[in-house]
């Protein structure tokens, strides 16, 4: 059997479909991939274990002329690679593969979709809902299989939309990575930033409008003051670097907010933290959340729908205003001065990430697959 993975961008397979293409490899399947190449960018990040690579040159952004080049070439690619299963994720690439598929799909090629999130969501803008809903209910007649990776999502999809529809429990945390980490490891890294004695904080995401980390360093001008061994770590890249730099100089924080840039190793820094905090806007199913629960970490966040579906306020972390750094600061000194608070939002947080752990989507995934 020959399956043929598309995304955007070679990075979103690298990150987060790896272990399904370990699982179908083992299953004896030949798997393509297809996506812009941008791993020179992800410090270190490289797809493995597949057959055959297309770089094609998708844009983010719908409206670049580069897509139709894209669209041209990713249909000769599935006309001649005659794949038994086409999965696509993205927007773009999910549009484009779709319809690009049409075709081999009346042939009886499988294609199945991953919505990692739809743009159109209770709270979202009317915009939102008057643009992506209508793009997404007209492509689901031209998908075999939706998967949906909320409850909320996957209600919505049930409902509306011409396809079946399957719910995973997100794209499944790496649970021997993050399970297994040695001391040295974590001496070097402590010692690399001096962290020794700190209260660590640590944001990981590109570095973007969206994420916002710009709220999380506005907030640490109150927590260093009320904290003075605090520290926070902002894992990633992104075009937002040079603004948050110029935004931790203004306001003489170099001792206290550290950019790491784009971080491989990142289940050492997971572990050395004290607490995790995002501030996004917008998630689909955040697998930093998931990471940090994993390891028993407790969680201060935005409230956004991805950050609902994994947390519960007060229970096993906090959910905040994305825009709001003194809300921020208040549960984040709140859980510096209380260890235990601590230890049980962090146990509660490790019963809830089973479910979205590896073993268990993969589990899910194999149901989408129809694999025995």
Known sequence: MKILYVATVQSHIAQFHLRAIDMLKEKGYEIHVAARDNLAEKNGLRLRNVDRVFNIPFERSPFQMNNIRAYRQLKQVITQGKYDVIHCNTPVGGILTRLAANR????GTVVIYTAHGFHFYKGAPLKNWLVFYPIEKFMSGFTSRLVTI???????????FKCPVYRIHGVGANSEKYGRIRADELDAVTKRFNLEGKFVLLCTGELNQNKNQKTLIEAMKIVSRKIPDSILLLAGNGPAKDAL?????????????????????????????????????????????????????????????GHRELIEDGTDGYLVPAADPAAFADKIVALAKDSALRSRFGQQGYIKAQR????????????VYEIK
């Open 356 to 367: 979205y752990m590896d073993t268990n989507v993969l589990q899910e995934l194999k149901e």
């Open 104 to 107: 081999s799909r009346k042939n």
């Open 245 to 305: 730099e110029e935004q931790i100089r203004n306001n003489n924080l170099q001792a206290y907010v550290k950019l790491l840039g784009y971080v491989t190793d990142l289940e050492k820094y997971v572990h050395l933290a004290d607490v995790i905090i995002s501030a996004s806007y917008r998630e689909g199913l955040p697998l930093n959340i998931v990471e940090a629960m994993y390891c028993k970490k407790p969680v201060v966040a935005s409230v956004n729908r």
């Open 150 to 160: 909320t409850e909320e999502d996957f209600q919505l999809a049930r409902r509306k």
